[in-house]
């Protein structure tokens, strides 16, 4: 990878970081901590850990000599990650072939990253061979895009105004989002007592524009989905009226999310 496209991953995790983490992401941390009973004295690994928010409050919650460890394929992410945090353990790495022992790790999670893998039940099955017996899972999808508020309405705009490649990019986090897809998942996978809960939260943006922005110029690159600024500014026009009843009278935007968090253990 050259300088110049290693400043291009940074950049955009970067933008995740500062955007989608505190609007989208954080408040889901206790959430999944809470379902794989991550306590004090246990080794956690996080999985598609992106810029680590999760990793984060795992390390949070443990105190003192917290045992972290945290991995991820994009290298730019692991970069904002470290810089971050430099005492987790970040590591580059496939979730389906994750670079530690059999039975490493007391709690595994996965928040937001089992849509995107190639072999889902694969991913989880690796997973769980990193968990001790017994070990606890949870992993976190996002639920259907009709359920999470604006982004069905940013999905539309984009495939009138950039195509359906674009469209499909913005939608492609919410293609787990029925519950018996992830229940499936988890049961070809073997995890045992697997159990599926639908989860609400909220999303706050500072503005639609700052809404728009975030999928348009930070999550859509991170796909390989790069518009030119004439297709750009036009969204952004169009955003400002489509999305006028998730205005506040601030200016804020925010709008209800729903996600579907799975947990259970390795024999």
């Not at 290693?6 to 999944?32: K, N, T």
């Not at 794989?36 to 443990?62: F, I, K, N, Q």
């Not at 072939?97 to 059999?102: E, G, K, Q, T, V």
């Not at 499936?184 to 639609?208: K, L, M, T």
Request: hydrophobic share 55%.
């Amino acid at each position: 990878m050259t300088d110049e496209m290693d400043g291009a991953a940074i950049a955009a995790a970067e933008a995740y970081e500062s955007l989608h983490v505190p609007a989208l992401f954080a408040q889901w941390a206790a959430s999944m901590l809470d379902a794989a009973r991550v306590a004090p004295g246990d080794r956690v690994l996080d999985v598609a850990c992106g810029t680590g928010a999760l990793a984060r409050a795992a390390a949070s919650r443990l105190g003192a000599g917290a045992a972290v460890a945290a991995a991820d394929i994009d290298c730019g992410m692991l970069a904002v990650a470290a810089r971050l945090t430099p005492q987790i353990d970040w590591r580059q790495a496939d979730a389906a072939a994750l670079p530690f022992a059999d039975g490493d790790f007391d709690a595994v999670l996965c928040q937001f990253g089992l849509m995107f893998f190639p072999d889902r039940v694969a991913a989880i099955a690796e997973m769980l061979r990193v968990l001790k017996p017994g070990g606890r899972l949870a992993v976190a999808v996002w639920g259907e895009v009709v359920d999470n508020g604006a982004y069905a309405l940013a999905g539309e705009l984009l495939e009138r105004f950039a195509g359906r490649a674009a469209a499909d990019a913005l939608r492609a986090p919410f293609v787990l989002g029925h519950p018996g897809a992830l229940q499936a998942i988890c049961a070809d996978a073997g995890v045992v007592e697997a159990r599926v809960e639908a989860r609400q939260g909220r999303a706050r943006f500072p503005s639609v524009r700052v809404l728009m922005e975030a999928e348009l110029r930070g999550w859509l690159p991170l796909l390989g989905v790069k518009l030119d600024e004439t297709t750009i500014s036009r969204i952004l026009r169009e955003a400002e009226s489509a999305m006028a009843d998730f205005a506040d009278a601030d200016g804020g935007v925010g709008f209800p999310l729903r996600a579907l968090i799975a947990s259970g253990r390795r024999n």
